[in-house]
């Protein structure tokens, strides 16, 4: 499966996240509750503004979409948390459907997919392992932080 993933083309990888949040049950994510594409979003733009001044173009970076830089940037971030996910044997089904459904023609990206992008890299980056369950997103800023230094800088650049 490692191979399924770096063979995706950059378009694939992002989809892949976008679709790997679709099949995700809610008994996964904390409550028992799946966060809603409006959370999610909202996520996304609280990391914006909460991030430290040095990391919140890299944060932007990655949430905005359109330009060919943001969507290598976003889906470099998204083999990163499809890799995260395979790892947790109760998700690597769902890894490889959500690969096998961002294959197929039909799927378009959507605008807002780099929020999504941004919400299961914090989401991963706090998976209990044990229990295969996602712990919450207390640890954004540290899980930007741990991106490669070259990722976030490529980020960075992608904001005026």
Same mark, same amino acid.
Do not use: H
């Given at each position: 499966? $490692? &191979?399924? #993933?770096?063979?995706?083309? &950059?378009?694939?990888? +992002?989809?892949? %996240?976008?679709?790997?949040?679709? /099949?995700?049950?809610?008994?996964?994510?904390?409550?028992?509750? *799946?966060?809603?594409?409006?959370? #999610?979003?909202?996520?996304?733009?609280?990391? *914006? =503004? &909460?991030?430290?001044?040095?990391?919140?173009?890299? @944060?932007?970076?990655?949430?905005?979409?359109?330009?060919?830089?943001?969507?290598?940037?976003?889906?470099? @971030?998204?083999?990163? @948390?499809?890799?995260?996910?395979?790892? %947790?044997?109760?998700?690597?089904?769902? %890894?490889?459907?959500? #690969?096998? =459904?961002?294959? *197929?023609?039909?799927?378009?990206?959507?605008? %807002?997919?780099?929020?999504?992008?941004?919400?299961?890299?914090?989401?991963?980056?706090? +998976? &209990? /392992?044990?229990?295969?369950?996602?712990?919450?997103?207390?640890?954004?800023?540290?899980?930007?932080?741990?991106? $490669?230094?070259?990722?976030? @800088? *490529?980020?960075?650049?992608?904001?005026?």
């Amino acid at each position: 499966m $490692p &191979d399924a #993933i770096e063979n995706l083309t &950059d378009e694939q990888a +992002i989809r892949a %996240v976008r679709r790997f949040y679709e /099949l995700t049950p809610a008994s996964i994510w904390e409550g028992g509750r *799946k966060p809603s594409p409006e959370y #999610i979003r909202s996520l996304a733009e609280a990391a *914006k =503004d &909460d991030a430290p001044a040095e990391l919140q173009p890299a @944060v932007a970076g990655l949430v905005n979409a359109g330009s060919a830089e943001a969507t290598v940037a976003q889906a470099t @971030v998204a083999r990163i @948390v499809l890799r995260r996910a395979q790892a %947790v044997p109760s998700f690597t089904p769902l %890894v490889t459907q959500a #690969i096998g =459904d961002a294959c *197929k023609p039909a799927m378009a990206i959507d605008p %807002v997919t780099g929020a999504f992008i941004l919400a299961f890299l914090l989401f991963t980056s706090d +998976i &209990d /392992l044990k229990k295969g369950r996602f712990r919450g997103a207390a640890y954004a800023v540290k899980a930007i932080q741990a991106l $490669p230094k070259e990722l976030l @800088v *490529k980020l960075a650049k992608l904001i005026p």
